[in-house]
């Protein structure tokens, strides 16, 4: 130990002689910021002309614009900063003297260089790294800004007229927003669309598909991950989307398929408005409008126990319901027009037209992936035909069969006769399955949202099947 201080010693004492010689200049001041010493560079440097008589002076009087008063008061160093003295610049470093206690009883100033601009290379490369900070964080900014607004959602008939109505004035307010309609009927669209006409605009807009993230990480993937939680993680910690959505909206997509734990625990966080990190003890609080939507029927989740009736109350403030295509169909021309301009966009190619006989074609199809499905028809069309207007055949051409719903002169009794078969494959699948949902959707090949939509809309009572 006494070897160990001897060496702290002539380190401390090297040190300040080795900075005195290879320096430009160096100083000490006390504890009243009066100048006690200098190197011989220091007064050269300086031009002074009576070193001797500037000894005991306070330093403000021998260097005007010297900082080492601020360094004795606060016991803070100031590890490099330009001093400017008359038509000069100087590059300094000012350290704090403290004694045995800990005390400050002066500090050391040291001019590293004559000129700043030996700091160039140094300077460069920290602005580099700020510019690429700078755009990094410009691009995560934009990445969280929303691309779609009320005129993305297109449609001129009544429904979508209605409910745009609606979604503007949701916009206005900052209650959260439960957005129902099937798969592919522009549920994240609309809630991007209320996020740009909200006083949150500005802020980010995150959004999570809960049915996509594993069942284990969906606690870490809203809430973050506090540093060093478990085995593994981040020495810094991770935020989640709660933290990242912060001032702005969280969207949660097929809020339907969440666990009743995690309910549980966002309830509280949309209730309290904080939230605790995996593996922390301390409360995060957040501003957060949170937007759900689902392609399931939650007043029958609440009814059969799948889902809280708390939670549900909490996020059904207001209500949008997206209504599907094939209730819509006066939207397929404008809704063609407009995905065929964006997928020869994508492609780099030559916008196609339509012509009559295939969008009449695509109005008599029941479209059960609604507007997702459209776009994936006209691109499969596009895509493999070479003519300028597609027309009827190429949309034949790529139409799932047997999707075709009787032209309005038809009689209603076809409808029926599909309605029942399928309230009868779905009731067999059932009974097979002992209930089970999920298997019984894997039995019809369809999945386990469409088979809950199908319930739906065919009124079925599922505990008598």
């Known amino acids: 130990m006494a070897a160990d201080l001897d060496l702290r010693e002539l380190a401390n004492h090297s040190l300040l002689r080795h900075f005195a010689d290879v320096c430009e200049g160096a100083l000490i001041v006390d504890a009243q910021a009066r100048l006690v010493w200098m190197n011989d560079r220091y007064p050269v440097r300086l031009r002074i002309a009576d070193p001797a008589a500037a000894i005991g002076r306070p330093i403000e009087e021998v260097i005007p614009n010297s900082q080492m008063r601020l360094v004795v008061e606060s016991g803070r160093p100031i590890l490099l900063d330009i001093m400017d003295f008359g038509a000069e610049s100087f590059v300094v470093t000012r350290l704090p003297l403290r004694d045995d206690s800990g005390a400050v009883v002066g500090a050391v100033g040291i001019m590293l260089f004559d000129d700043p601009r030996h700091l160039t290379p140094v300077v460069s490369r920290y602005q580099r790294l700020r510019a690429d900070l700078a755009e990094t964080e410009r691009q995560l900014i934009e990445a969280r800004r929303t691309r779609y607004t009320f005129s993305s959602f297109l449609g001129a008939g009544p429904a979508c007229v209605a409910l745009k109505q609606l979604a503007r004035r949701a916009a206005r307010l900052a209650s959260p927003v439960l957005i129902l309609g099937e798969t592919g009927s522009g549920k994240e669209l609309l809630a991007q669309a209320i996020h740009a006409a909200s006083p949150r605009a500005l802020a980010p807009f995150v959004a999570v598909n809960l049915a996509a993230v594993p069942e284990t990480l969906l606690e870490a993937e809203f809430f973050g991950v506090a540093p060093g939680a478990f085995t593994g993680a981040d020495r810094r910690g991770r935020d989640g989307k709660f933290k990242l959505a912060d001032g702005g909206t969280l969207f949660l997509d097929e809020i339907g398929d969440m666990s009743p734990a995690l309910q549980a625990k966002l309830l509280r966080t949309l209730q309290e408005h904080e939230f605790e990190p995996v593996g922390s003890n301390q409360l995060t609080r957040v501003d957060v409008r949170v937007i759900a939507a689902t392609s399931r029927d939650l007043e029958a989740m609440v009814a059969a126990g799948e889902f809280r009736a708390d939670l549900y109350y909490r996020l059904n403030v207001i209500t949008l319901r997206t209504p599907p295509l094939r209730e819509r169909l006066e939207d397929i021309q404008p809704l063609a027009e407009y995905l065929l301009d964006e997928i020869a966009r994508r492609h780099g190619m030559s916008p196609c037209e339509i012509g009559p006989a295939a ?84 039995l019809l090949g369809i999945s386990r949202a469409a088979l809950y939509e199908k319930i739906a809309v065919l009124g079925l009572d599922v505990h008598a099947a």
């Open 359 to 442: 969008l009449e074609r695509l109005r008599r199809h029941d479209w059960p992936g609604n507007v997702r499905e459209l776009s994936n028809v006209l691109e499969r069309a596009v895509l493999m035909s070479d003519a300028i207007v597609l027309q009827m055949a190429d949309i034949e051409r790529v139409l799932p069969a047997g999707r075709a719903v009787p032209p309005a002169a038809a009689s209603p009794a076809i409808a029926e006769t599909v309605a029942d078969a399928e309230r009868e494959a779905i009731r067999g699948a059932l009974r097979s399955t002992h209930g089970n949902k999920s298997q019984a959707a894997k």
